[in-house]
């Protein structure tokens, strides 16, 4: 298929052999029609499954196998990166099958997770009308409810979706969300646990659960719990990249809680990686204003200010601050 | 419900947008200080709520937005549904309640079909009296000076063309003056006044807003797309002249809030009372997609007062 025209021409030729076929009519067993191709598949060789599920090699198919020849062919673009394609197959696949909940979820799935939400949301919601309990297509909707700020809808979703996908510490990490965005932060903390039980030493994870504490006004838990995130993203290549906002995190707290020295030790551990970072400036220009000496602060918030390209709130607040200092423009 | 869920979400992806991890957290930090400030130390927060019928239910989705976030509101203005929502929230009812409340709302309006025919087939201008009653029913009978959070809303002086700012007295009269559209309901009179809907004259009140003491003001505004509407009969025509007014109004007063937000109702006519749930929902997105901006904005309208707190004395 090399295009929406062929795409097309392929799903009449489809749908009428699919349609045509006698339900009844015998047809080879399934492990035998698809055997190699999704050896293929489970080898990663997603390349050569788009090449062996070819338009005539679809048509020998009977209904049950090209179901399933539809979802490999699916994820095999979507693998390759292929979104579009993938959008393409599942949308016949889908039209095909409309009953079928896997074919249908897996292309909200990948309509969700390429922003297309309104469509996203009729199809989860489509899967429902099938089946009420589908974890997956609560799990979508409970999503994308998050995301436009439906919190209630939203937790509803995760509650029904936690009662079919109880191992997934995703889940777990958006239902804590939902409930620390409603404020709830003793059961977004026993969210997050679950979550951790599921996946431990998860860098994000962690730091959640040190945010929730702290909210909770439990501060050494949450000292406690975000040395673990950074303990595990240390130790974990995947999540090097939140180190330095685990350390302004830190600094932050440190600040907020009026221990300056270990605060200012912490933000001048990320200065010493990151010279310009906006944040670490401007908390230790608080904590020079704090200490009475304006001129560094001063020069801290000029430097901030200068970062209106990469941070712009920040660099506004800087610039706002050396107003009032009286330096500023 | 559901039917009006699925239409409402198209372009909320901008959400997901990444943004500078140094901007997030002093947003956070910042925020926490601003929001947890005594309300007499922060600058006073004003709710801006605009005209525009149905449309105006998704005031409630914005209110609802607000809540979820912690966001402090001191003040409460609106012209015609927003007076009707904004009473009710200033007057304590929670964003919750309010989410409820969305058909009895149209229903308390009196604008259905059946008194739209008894307008046309006897050239009588309907009576808005049941919206005080019922809105005595949902808050009692308050007067402004008795709400929970600084109320007012604006209506016009049919006889002179004057704007009117209520803001001391009865609560559920004022209202319903607010709302009380010319050509469809009869003036209320009151206080030697003819008065009717204050869309005419004030479609977005911050200027009411600033007169209680609003510092800042986010104003919640829900015009009417009327480039896209082809009225094909008088009282839509009629509607869309007020329309139109009340969007070049609108003009020069939303320059004078800090922060706007605009739900994506333009298409929703008066008359599509069935889509006031899909409009509240829209009311939620456009402000969950706005916070970051707003508390952002209020955050840099306190920074001289933080200031003062932080410079070593």
């Not at chain 1, 298929?1 to 009449?12: D, I, T």
């Not at chain 2, 829209?282 to 410079?311: D, N």
């Amino acid at each position: 298929m090399n295009g929406p025209a062929s795409a097309a021409l392929l799903a009449l030729a489809l749908s009428s052999s699919a349609h045509a076929a006698p339900e009844t009519a015998p047809r080879p067993p399934v492990q035998d029609a698809l055997a190699g191709v999704q050896l293929l598949f489970d080898q990663q060789d997603y390349g050569r499954v788009v090449g062996r599920l070819t338009e005539p090699e679809m048509q020998k198919l009977g209904r049950q196998d090209l179901r399933r020849a539809y979802d490999l062919l699916g994820q095999s673009y979507q693998r390759l990166g292929q979104q579009d394609r993938a959008i393409g197959v599942y949308q016949l696949a889908a039209q095909l099958f409309p009953k079928d909940l896997n074919l249908t979820t897996h292309l909200a799935d990948i309509l969700h997770h390429q922003e297309l939400d309104d469509q996203a949301r009729a199809l989860y919601e489509s899967a429902l009308a099938i089946h009420p309990n589908n974890g997956s297509a609560h799990l979508g909707i409970a999503e994308i409810a998050r995301a436009t700020g439906l919190l209630e809808q939203s937790q509803e979703h995760y509650e029904k979706c936690l009662l079919e996908i109880k191992t997934d510490a995703r889940v777990w990490r958006g239902y804590a969300e939902v409930l620390a965005k409603r404020r709830n932060y003793s059961k977004a903390a026993d969210a997050i646990r679950k979550a951790l039980e599921l996946d431990p030493d998860n860098a994000p994870t962690l730091q959640s659960l040190a945010q929730f504490q702290r909210r909770q006004g439990k501060r050494e838990e949450g000292y406690a719990s975000l040395a673990a995130a950074t303990a595990a993203a240390d130790a974990s290549p995947r999540h090097q990249d939140i180190r330095p906002e685990l350390s302004l995190r830190k600094a932050s707290w440190l600040f907020e809680d009026g221990r300056l020295d270990d605060s200012l030790q912490e933000a001048e551990s990320v200065l010493l990686r990151f010279p310009n970072d906006p944040f670490a400036l401007w908390l230790r220009a608080r904590i020079a204003l704090k200490r009475g000496d304006e001129n560094a602060a001063a020069a801290d918030l000029e430097a901030a200010a200068s970062q209106s390209r990469s941070s712009p709130f920040a660099a506004a607040v800087a610039k706002g601050m050396l107003k009032e200092l009286g330096g500023g423009q | 419900m559901a039917a009006a869920l699925l239409l409402v979400f198209a372009g909320a992806s901008g959400l997901r947008s990444e943004e500078p991890v140094s901007d997030r957290l002093m947003r956070e930090q910042l925020w926490r200080e601003v929001s947890s400030m005594p309300a007499d130390e922060r600058p006073k927060v004003g709710l801006v709520l605009s005209a525009g019928s149905v449309r105006g239910l998704a005031h409630i989705g914005v209110i609802q937005a607000l809540d979820d976030a912690g966001f402090p509101v001191d003040v409460v203005t609106g012209t015609s549904i927003g007076a009707i929502v904004g009473s009710l929230y200033a007057g304590g009812m929670p964003a919750s309640k309010l989410w409820a409340l969305n058909k009895d709302i149209s229903l308390g309006t009196n604008f259905n079909k059946f008194r739209l025919l008894e307008l046309i087939l006897y050239d009588k201008l309907l009576s808005s009296k049941k919206l005080e009653t019922w809105l005595k029913e949902q808050i009692g009978d308050l007067q402004f000076d008795k709400m929970p959070k600084r109320f007012a809303c604006v209506a016009m002086d049919l006889k002179t063309g004057e704007q009117i700012i209520f803001r001391e007295g009865p609560v559920a009269i004022a209202v319903r003056a607010s709302m009380n559209l010319p050509g469809f309901f009869e003036p209320v009179e009151y206080r030697h006044r003819y008065l009717v809907d204050g869309a005419v004259v004030d479609y977005i009140p911050v200027d009411a807003a600033r007169l209680l003491g609003a510092e800042w003001v986010l104003a919640s505004v829900t015009e009417f797309d009327y480039a896209r509407a082809n009225p094909t009969n008088v009282m839509g025509t009629l509607l869309q002249i007020f329309d139109i007014r009340g969007s070049i109004l609108a003009r020069e007063q939303r320059k004078l809030a800090n922060v706007v937000v605009e739900p994506a109702v333009g298409d929703i006519a008066i008359e599509h009372i069935h889509r006031g749930p899909e409009a509240m929902v829209k009311g939620v997105v456009a402000m969950t997609r706005k916070l970051p901006e707003t508390e952002e904005s209020l955050i840099l309208h306190t920074l001289p007062r933080l200031m003062k707190h932080w410079r070593a004395p």
